[in-house]
Structure formats: C-alpha cells, structure tokens
Nanobody
Framework: VQLQASGGGSVESGGSLRLSCAAS????????TAWFRQAPGKEREAVSC????????YYAESVKGRFTFSKDNAKNTVYLQMNSLKPEDTAVYYC????????????????????WGRGTLVTVSS
C-alpha cells in the first residue's frame, strides 16, 4: 500500500490550498481515512477523519468551516481543500488510512492507521 500526498506549498494568510492523496493497493471506500498535521514542536493531530461506511466527516474545531474533505472514487484519491488559511495552519500534513472501520475517538488515534503518506508541507505566512 502506498499513499502519495501532494499539494502543499507556501501561501499568505487568507489563501487556499488543496491537498491530494492518491492510493495504490488500498481503496478509500473501505476502512477509514484521515488527514493529520504536525506543526513544528507539536504533536501530530487529526484534522479531518472520514468514515465511508457512514459518510460522516469529522473536522477539528480549529479548521471547521475552513477545511473540506472530499474524495474521487474513480481516481481513488482524497482531498483536503483548505481555505482561509492562517499562520497556525503551518504544518506537515499527512494522509492516513486504516483497513478498519474506526468509530468514535478511535479515529483520532495515530496508531490506529497502518498506512501513511510521506507528508506535504504547508506554510502560511502572515
């Protein structure tokens, strides 16, 4: 299984970016999928978690209303549209996938995801 994340870059505050994560050897319609991020000096945190079996997407409070998770089944690719970016969104963003149907708080636990992309850096300047 390989997850290939892309789309990071440098933008000014208020700008937008769209991250992509393409998978091989894994179908995003199975199991659970998430975007995590890790800012310098901070722990990795869940940004958005999607459960295809319920169609429900979780968003961290800090990004709710600004970030949107989506997926393209034909391309087996998931996206994270990030609007109104703030300097505090600066981080390395990772896509992650689990073969299990994670529920509740288990979807926020890093160790529950067995597949990870390499990460893509997002830098937001003020």
């Amino acid at each position: 299984v390989q997850l290939q994340a892309s789309g990071g870059g440098s933008v000014e505050s208020g700008g937008s970016l769209r991250l992509s994560c393409a998978a091989s050897g894994f179908t995003f319609n199975s199991g659970s999928t998430a975007w995590f991020r890790q800012a310098p000096g901070k722990e990795r945190e869940a940004v958005s978690c999607f459960r295809p079996y319920t169609g429900i997407t979780y968003y961290a409070e800090s990004v709710k209303g600004r970030f949107t998770f989506s997926k393209d089944n034909a391309k087996n690719t998931v996206y994270l549209q990030m609007n109104s970016l703030k300097p505090e969104d600066t981080a390395v963003y990772y896509c992650a996938a689990s073969s299990r149907r994670l529920v509740g708080s288990t979807q926020f636990v890093i160790t529950n995801y067995e597949y990870w992309g390499r990460g893509t850096l997002v830098t937001v300047s003020s």
